[in-house]
């Protein structure tokens, strides 16, 4: 049984994570900062559930990783770290780039520093949006990430390379994991999924941003889980791997596939583009594949389907959405 400290892991992808690893048999340190970016209730409830799948396996700290001394106690005996705490969202990085700079990037050195251990294996969660506006597809690792064109895009690109610095010095193992546009139960509120069935679902306008021509390689969490699993059994080198669905959806067909699950029209709220927003991601995974052993199994409209059943469950139950 090994121990497995996951960073924001009460958070969307993090708590999917923990009731992973717990019903194979392992324990689960969970660091959250609970930081209101969010209605803290979200959080909650996904802590709930894991509770429910670990009982005493689990262990919560309530802790922000730029303080030393929580990354401390999160740390004892922990064999694994998969770190997911970070300020997310491409547009608020916008407006305040310093505060992003100082949680992503200060705060991940800072648990890395942390780290007593070189035999802990170390798991780093990027982002697509390292691949700033490129409009070559698929993605590749090897491709040239030197134009971020959003703070939350350099964040993650500098996390990567000081997981690079660190294992050089350290040798401990590390994957850097290129998630590309993670959605499903638990989602974030204000993520485009969730926003769009709830506005859907109720009969408001949705914010539509541009022709509707931009698209997203989508991948649904469990896959991304799965993924993480297998780069958490890693145990030597360095490598950098992009998680997607290797598939790609315009914001239009995104749209038609959440009516279709909903059995709803929804009403545009047409906008013009964002700053900070590419035109196309969409991942080669040829290297998952062959690394982590890593194929993305659900498909876009089969996701949309569950997760508005997730979301018409939540809502049946009073749950906070």
Known sequence: MERVLITGGAGFIGSSLAERVLARGDEVVI?????????????????AAVRAT??????????????RAACKDALLGCDVVVHLAALAGVRPSIQEPARY?????????????????KQVRFVFGSSS???????????????????????????????????????????NPVTSLRFFTVYGPRQRPEM??????????????LPFFGDGSTRRDY???????????GAMGRSDGCEIVNLGGSAVTSLTDLVHGIENALGKKAILDRQPEQ???????????????????????????????????????????GGVL
Request: net charge neutral; aromatic share 10%; with cysteine.
């Open 31 to 47: 660091l959250d900062n609970f930081d209101p970016f969010y209605d803290r209730r979200f959080k909650e409830r996904n802590l």
């Open 54 to 67: 670990g009982g005493s396996r689990i262990r919560v700290v309530e802790g922000d990783i730029r303080d």
């Open 101 to 117: 700079m100082d949680v992503n990037v200060t705060g991940t050195q800072i648990l890395l520093d942390e780290i007593a251990s």
């Open 129 to 171: 949006s390292v691949y700033g506006g490129r409009t070559k597809v698929p993605f590749c690792e090897t491709d040239l990430v030197d134009n971020p064109v959003s703070p939350y895009a350099a964040s993650k690109r500098a996390g990567e390379l000081i997981c690079w610095t660190w294992h050089h010095l350290r040798g």
């Open 192 to 205: 485009a999924i969730h926003r769009f069935v709830r506005d859907v679902e109720n009969g408001k306008p």
């Open 219 to 229: 991948t649904y969490v469990d896959d991304i889980v799965t993924g993480v699993l």
């Open 275 to 317: 700053p900070g927003d590419v035109p196309v991601t969409y991942a080669d995974t040829s290297k998952a594949r062959a690394l982590l052993g890593f194929q993305a199994k659900v498909p876009v409209q089969e996701g949309l389907t569950r997760f508005c059943r997730w979301y018409r469950e939540e809502r049946a139950r």
